[in-house]
């Protein structure tokens, strides 16, 4: 009967502390709609029909939990490896910050962004958007090109992500060209 007494007691503190205090849930709910979780040495590839198209690498990776815009941050940069289907490098691409919004599938790159094509050419930007649906790279801030024979800048540049058709806006400078037009 003692042991009866003390066991419903203990029920009845534990029954009376439950309670469901609102701002306490919503800070919880809060907190997890902020959670990032944090890699390092991150290695991240993108196939298709299972060849390796796409290899990202960086030495940290914030991953953002948001519910409402998830993304994945890149604070100390990355470098970008584009291959074709024999696995050739076609193209490379790097940036001391990168954020990628998932949701938006575009990955935005600033801070020294850097891109090299097969054919040796070189760009040079503060600012590029990579659009993942479209397929293509783009800026509409100062870049500056380096080709085998030339370099150009310009203001806005459009690009595949091969880094083979590209296209500067407003351009600034000599360019050379063997012929005219209107």
Not at 100 to 115: A, G, P, T, W
Not at 129 to 153: G, L, N, R
């Given at each position: ?175 050379a060209t063997d012929e005219l037009t209107n």
């Amino acid at each position: 009967m003692k042991y009866l007494t003390i066991l419903s007691f203990f029920a009845l503190v534990v029954l009376a502390s439950c309670e469901n205090d609102m701002s306490a849930i919503q800070r919880v709910i809060s907190q997890e709609d902020q959670a990032v979780e944090r890699a390092r040495d991150v290695e991240i590839l993108y196939s298709d029909s299972a060849v390796v198209r796409i290899r990202i690498k960086a030495y940290t990776m914030l991953n953002h939990l948001d519910k409402k815009e998830p993304r994945r941050e890149f604070p100390e940069g990355f470098i970008v490896d584009f291959f074709d289907e024999n696995r050739r490098v076609t193209g490379k691409l790097s940036s001391n910050y990168a954020m990628q919004y998932i949701n938006e599938s575009k990955i935005y790159m600033e801070d020294s962004v850097v891109v090299w094509n097969r054919q040796g050419e070189r760009l040079e930007a503060e600012e590029l958007t990579w659009d993942e649906k479209q397929e293509k790279v783009y800026s509409d801030e100062f870049v500056k090109m380096t080709t085998a024979d030339q370099i150009i800048y310009g203001y806005g540049f459009t690009s595949n992500l091969e880094f083979t058709r590209w296209k500067i806006k407003q351009v600034t400078g000599e360019v050379a060209t063997d012929e005219l037009t209107n």
